[in-house]
């Protein structure tokens, strides 16, 4: 893969399934996006999937998100629209999904969320943000349209105002909005709720009489990463209290018993390395909900995603070693009596997969599924009325999405396995280039901690190998998919065992006849640029250059300028000042003496540019052959989704480095 060829990426949204209608079969939608790099711009199309492709379903150059009607007879999904002001918003539009021309039902100030289908298939609930007069293009009292420099200044006693990638927040919170798609009449511009928080994650109880939602605990009333359900009355627009979760809840869905499930993650040990688990809230007879009661274990289970509820069983997507699968968790209607390792979950798709989300109708599943030759397929699979797959679990590939970007080839990937310093097991891959070496290597560490590197296939990766380089991955302790005790060991430990387990995977790839021990480089991002710091005045002497991009490199100043600094510091590395100087790169910089690039984005709010501004004077001021390389206009995002023509240049910049300090020869 080389640089420019983002523009022949083609990635499948979560797949959406129709009911066949008068006995016909089922349709499956999914909306295709792919880079274009000449307009700078990120196209979508809806298509339906057919005969071992897709076709285009809808017009515009912008659809996104569609969702199927329980019946079968609509199909709703996002299309971008200018608004009154020439800004883009992306709104709600329904399509019949035997063809027809899209009818567009929401002219929502700052656009609409994904649609919500209530159970009779005659309304849809969304999400979707409302600012304050005057801010973001909307009118002011006065009646103007103050430009982003021109609005009113903020006033702000919160520490959770703020995130990356959207933005001020407590200025335009998310309400509930429900449109009446039946019905025909003018656009939906005003919400159902006007509460002192943002709503998430709408879901309909199964009489269609109401819409529970997430909120954050009390309704926000101080800041807190706690959350719970409540119900939203459709009349007044008025919100109840009806699950007290445990600690979060970030999506629901009810079973054909009425419970209610939900994923979400208990707070008892602080909210960092907690995986997510499935829970139940069985229905009672007054219309309220039973204590809820997790299903899966939460040392060796975690899940993401939405739950889909069926007789017998609730399908979840689970992460387990670098692959997130499709598994069945079974429900007989009660609690069980201890919940449900990950050996105890049937799998429905599985193997080397990473399923960026599924849809179940029946008996049919379908999911965006990524693997090591494809970023993104829709592949389906029979499944019995308990969700468990009939016969095989890997499921019909049913497009080919990944044919243009293995038009220059894909690199093969190898499973790695090694031994920490302290008897940890530790497992990665390394992605090959052509050839038979002795191949120059890159390290590359994941951002999070509690991320993983996986079997996917990974368009960064696959640019270097395709430039000569063994790229090795992996997921040191701190990493998610391996377990409660892997994820957390690095809370008030960072760059300590995890720095082993990084360098003993490499170790473990450099036994290699195939790589060069001898040339070896390092690089990663956010976390991974912590990494790549660390290792560098620490461990410098086994590389021969560092790229370190979008780094943690101060705990201290991260603390006040991060979106997430006024927890994310004390939670993982406490609040003394003295330990966070210690376990701050910066703090070694003058022990630095390989080539070093600090690349960073003007507008990342999650660590912020000053984290790469300060790490480049100290290493300058040190003496290292320092370079700092800034991207205008971007966020923490940057490498997966900022603009095209950026992320093109990015990898131009990055192979340009390797290629001065680790030429492939």
């Given at each position: ?193 006007s509460l002192p928080c943002s709503l998430g994650a709408p879901v309909w109880t199964p009489d269609g009489t109401a819409v529970l939602v997430t909120a954050p605990r009390d309704l926000g009333a101080v ?77 060796t289970v975690h899940v993401t995603g939405t739950p889909i509820a069926r007789d017998g069983a609730v399908l979840v997507a689970v992460l387990d070693r670098g692959t997130v699968q499709v598994r069945s ?175 003993a995977l490499l170790d473990a790839a450099l036994e290699r006849d195939d790589l060069d021990a001898t040339r070896v480089g390092i690089m990663g991002g956010s976390y991974g640029g912590f990494m790549t ?133």
């Amino acid at each position: 893969m080389l640089p420019d060829d983002i523009s022949r990426l083609r990635l499948p949204s979560r797949p959406t399934i129709a009911r066949g209608t008068d006995g016909s079969a089922p349709k499956v939608f999914t909306a295709v996006s792919r880079p274009d790099v000449d307009a700078d711009e990120y196209r979508s199309t809806v298509e339906l999937v057919e005969d071992g492709t897709t076709r285009r379903w809808t017009s515009g150059d912008h659809d996104t998100a569609p969702v199927a009607s329980p019946d079968g007879r609509w199909l709703a999904f996002l299309r971008q629209v200018a608004d009154e002001a020439g800004h883009d918003r992306a709104q709600l539009a329904v399509v019949p999904t035997d063809g027809g021309e899209a009818r567009i039902t929401t002219a929502l100030p700052l656009g609409a969320g994904t649609a919500v289908w209530s159970p009779d298939s005659r309304r849809v609930a969304v999400v979707a943000r409302f600012p304050e007069p005057g801010r973001y293009g909307s009118q002011d009292a006065a009646g103007h349209r103050p430009g982003p420099d021109a609005e009113a200044p903020r006033l702000t006693k919160r520490l959770d105002h703020h995130t990356d990638g959207t933005g001020y927040l407590r200025d335009r919170f998310a309400q509930l909005v429900v449109v009446d798609v039946a019905a025909a009449g003018a656009p939906v511009t005003t919400p159902l709720t006007s509460l002192p928080c943002s709503l998430g994650a709408p879901v309909w109880t199964p009489d269609g009489t109401a819409v529970l939602v997430t909120a954050p605990r009390d309704l926000g009333a101080v800041e807190t990463h706690d959350s719970d359900l409540y119900r939203i009355d459709l009349a007044s627009g008025a919100a109840e209290l009806v699950v007290r979760t445990a600690g979060s809840v970030d999506s629901a869905a009810f079973g054909p018993d009425g419970t209610l499930f939900f994923v979400g993650a208990t707070s008892e040990d602080g909210v960092v390395g907690e995986p997510d688990g499935l829970w139940a809230a069985p229905a009672q007879e007054d219309g309220s909900f039973a204590e809820p009661v997790r299903l899966t274990d939460r040392a060796t289970v975690h899940v993401t995603g939405t739950p889909i509820a069926r007789d017998g069983a609730v399908l979840v997507a689970v992460l387990d070693r670098g692959t997130v699968q499709v598994r069945s968790v079974a429900w007989s209607g009660s609690a069980p009596s201890t919940p449900a390792v990950l050996d105890d979950l049937g799998t429905v798709l599985g193997g080397h997969v990473v399923v960026a989300g599924f849809d179940a109708v029946d008996g049919l599943l379908a999911a965006a599924v990524a693997s090591p030759d494809s970023p993104g397929e829709v592949v389906l699979v029979d499944v019995d009325a308990a969700g468990a797959a009939i016969g095989v679990t890997s499921g019909t590939v049913a497009t080919d999405l990944g044919a243009e970007v293995r038009h220059n080839g894909v690199r093969r990937i190898e499973e790695l396995h090694g031994t920490s310093a302290d008897g940890t097991p530790v497992h990665g891959w390394v992605l090959l280039p052509e050839g038979e070496g002795p191949h120059p290597v890159l390290r590359v560490v994941h951002g999070g901690p509690f991320g993983q590197d996986t079997w996917a296939f990974f368009d960064e990766a696959q640019v270097y190998a395709s430039a000569g380089y063994a790229v090795v991955i992996g997921n040191p302790r701190g990493s998610a998919g391996y377990g409660l005790d892997h994820g957390r060991a690095v809370i008030g430990a960072m760059g300590t065992v995890d720095v082993d387990d990084v360098l003993a995977l490499l170790d473990a790839a450099l036994e290699r006849d195939d790589l060069d021990a001898t040339r070896v480089g390092i690089m990663g991002g956010s976390y991974g640029g912590f990494m790549t710091s660390w290792l560098a005045a620490h461990h410098g002497d086994r590389f021969v250059a560092a790229w370190s991009e979008r780094a943690v490199n101060a705990w201290d100043s991260f603390a006040g300028s991060s979106d997430i600094g006024w927890f994310f510091a004390d939670a993982y590395v406490g609040s003394d000042p003295e330990e966070q100087r210690r376990r701050s790169p910066l703090t070694y910089a003058d022990q630095v003496t390989i080539p070093f690039m600090v690349a960073h984005s003007e507008q990342d709010w999650r660590c912020p540019i000053e984290q790469g501004q300060r790490q480049y004077v100290a290493l300058r001021r040190a003496g290292v052959d320092a370079s700092f390389l800034v991207f205008p206009g971007e966020g923490h995002e940057l490498s997966r989704s900022g603009k095209p023509r950026h992320r093109v240049q990015r990898f131009e910049h990055v192979l340009a480095w390797w290629a001065e300090h680790l030429p492939v020869g």
